[in-house]
């Protein structure tokens, strides 16, 4: 079993940044490729960004390309998100995942932070 608990959310105005992290336990981290994910009230969740094991390669969905970057300490089992340039429909719970394999469908799940970007 692999733990995530994600940190770092909260109110910010348009125009604002913000940095989610997300520690994991149990399990080996830097075995496990990691992912952010967001649903905003009323939509389904949809996949924000990726990194591999390594660190090496990512991933973003093109409505955060630029503005948020993803990142991760294997010394620290931390995954980040630095999101910058905020928006209002950033406005989202955002989720941290866990799986063995880049781009598959994630298995293990946070609880999910919200994150409110007011205009």
């Known amino acids: 079993q692999v733990q995530l608990v994600e940190s770092g959310g909260g109110l910010v105005q348009a125009g604002g940044s913000l940095r989610l992290s997300c520690a994991a336990s149990?399990?080996?981290?830097?075995?496990?490729?990691m992912g952010w994910f967001r649903q905003a009230p009323g939509k389904e969740r949809e996949f924000v960004a990726e990194?591999?094991?390594?660190?090496?390669?990512?991933h973003y969905a093109e409505s955060v390309k630029g503005r948020f970057t993803i990142s991760r300490d294997n010394a620290k089992n931390t995954v980040y998100l630095q999101m910058n340039s905020l928006k209002p429909e950033d406005t989202a719970v955002y989720y941290c995942?866990?799986?063995?394999?880049?781009?598959?469908?994630?298995?293990?799940w946070g609880q999910g932070i919200q994150v409110t970007v007011s205009s």
């Open positions: 149990g399990r080996t981290f830097s075995n496990y490729a």
């Open positions: 990194i591999t094991q390594t660190g090496g390669r990512t």
């Open positions: 995942a866990a799986d063995d394999t880049y781009s598959a469908s994630y298995y293990y």
